[in-house]
């Protein structure tokens, strides 16, 4: 213990001049002191990163005027999540396994931040492949895969930095790297060519503070699936720029067609994949995520991982019961329930397509995986409405059925529907449409014209 003794004194009534000056005293020496300022009133106010915060679905959603019709029962083809009306049950041996691990005991505790190392042993096994093998050092379990990229966008950029995303593309990007002074710049998606990128536009938008691309395949809104040829071609421009991607593989083996892993093409261009249990399992609220770290030429290095462990350490990741019963997850589940799911969403996806192609004024893009369709809204035959909001918004007013502007994902004059709907529901849905669209249907001038030839 010092053995100086410290006396803090003030300076008579008002000190020196009227001034409070505050004197410390160090073995009977007076210094003056600093004065600590005192807040006078109480003003707490949110962060920057908080009100930096927006999610665009929201802002959107949160604006419109739904109000559905009475004499009609609300259809919701805007929710992305295939458990909402019944139809998708998970299969029993997900369930079972998550009971044996409850009962176990054995996963009520914190598990490693980065999860089990026989959880992630179980994933790396899963997810691995001779053109892009992995270990468990290469995976990190996180809560859903919403905070896998969230973990790989904050690990690869800084404040300042900024990074490549799809447009239309999911809105969750640009609400994680906006929070984090990171700027967004949306590269082109062509519906003429089924949403492949446009390449040309993506390698323009590159500068030396470019920290990652995202590329989401399959995709989100879109439904799209890109060909090996594309995703080769994608990779490229990465390998020209030296710029690492952020592959968003959530939706993989959820298509209908070939759909091979990014890194699973990459030579020299470092991934960091993100999926999880969500889609493919239909269990989105178990929030089971993973990052794949494909390191091709040791690019990341230690630093890295280092930093992906060290942001994990941030919430002590994902759920210990879900950890507990991933390996039986990933090994048990039978062939037949995914062939039986992705079947359905062709069904479905073919059905809906089917039915608003024979509809004037709606572009439907056939899709070929994920859960997701896009239309087209030709406005100038809809002069009742002045945008997606607009009419989507009227939709639901008059059909009670409910779409996703577009807007939402910054992609104006299309509305997105998710075909996870039963069959019957599909259906009636479209059938609502197709009245709404008659009614509000007006031909172009040029139309007329072209008729009274």
């Known amino acids: 213990m ?16 009227g001034h409070a000056i505050h004197h410390v005293s160090v073995n009977g020496t007076l210094y003056p002191a600093k004065v600590k300022s005192r807040r006078q009133r109480w003003e707490v106010k949110p962060s920057e990163m908080a009100n930096n915060t927006l999610n665009p679905i929201r802002a959107i959603v949160d604006g419109m005027k739904l109000t559905p019709n009475p ?22 041996s997900v369930l079972q396994a998550m009971k044996d691990a409850i009962d176990s005991q054995k996963y009520n505790g914190y598990a490693p931040s980065v999860g089990y190392l026989k959880s992630r042993q179980a994933v790396a096994n899963f997810c691995s492949c001779p053109e892009a093998p992995l270990e468990a050092e290469d995976v990190i379990l996180t809560s859903g895969c919403s905070q896998a990229i969230d973990l ?28 984090m002074g990171i700027k967004v710049k949306l590269y082109n998606l062509l519906p003429e060519k089924s949403w492949e990128v446009d390449l040309q536009h993506m390698e323009s938008l590159i500068d030396e503070r470019t920290s990652c691309i995202i590329v989401t395949n399959p995709s989100n809104p879109c439904g799209s699936v890109f060909t090996k ?22 939706y993989s083996d959820m298509v209908s067609c070939s759909c091979p892993s990014m890194a699973s093409l990459s030579s020299d261009v470092p991934i960091l994949s993100c999926g999880g249990l969500a889609k493919r399992w239909l269990v989105p609220g178990w929030r089971m995520g993973w990052i794949l770290i494909h390191d091709r030429n040791n690019v990341f290095g230690s630093e890295i991982r280092q930093g992906l462990v060290k942001l994990s350490q941030r919430i002590l990741g994902a759920c ?134």
């Open 2 to 17: 010092d053995s100086k003794s410290y006396l803090v004194q003030m300076n008579g009534n008002g000190g020196v001049h």
């Open 71 to 92: 004499d009609k029962p609300m259809i919701a083809l805007s929710i992305g999540d295939p458990t909402v009306f019944g139809n998708l049950p998970t299969d029993g």
């Open 152 to 179: 790989a966008i904050s690990v690869l950029c800084n404040p300042g930095d900024n990074i490549l995303v799809p447009c239309p593309g999911f809105s969750l990007y640009k609400t994680l790297a906006v929070s």
């Open 229 to 250: 040829e594309h995703l080769q071609k994608i990779l490229k421009v990465a390998s020209r720029h030296c710029v690492p991607i952020l592959a968003d593989e959530i």
């Open 320 to 453: 210990s019961i879900v950890q507990g019963a991933l390996e039986s997850i990933l090994n048990n589940t039978p062939q037949s329930f995914y062939n039986k799911t992705i079947s359905f969403l062709k069904s479905n996806s073919e059905i809906c397509f089917n039915e608003l192609s024979t509809i004037p004024g709606l572009n439907p893009i056939m899709p070929s995986g994920a859960m997701y369709l896009m239309v087209g809204i030709d406005l100038e035959h809809f002069p009742d409405f002045k945008n997606d909001v607009d009419f989507t918004e009227r939709l639901v007013t008059e059909q009670s059925v409910f779409c996703l502007p577009a807007s939402a994902f910054e992609y104006p004059n299309f509305f997105r529907i998710v075909v996870t709907v039963p069959e019957e529901m599909m259906l009636e849905a479209c059938s609502r449409i197709r009245e709404f669209c008659q009614r509000h249907y007006r031909p172009c001038s040029r139309d007329s014209n072209d008729l009274d030839q």
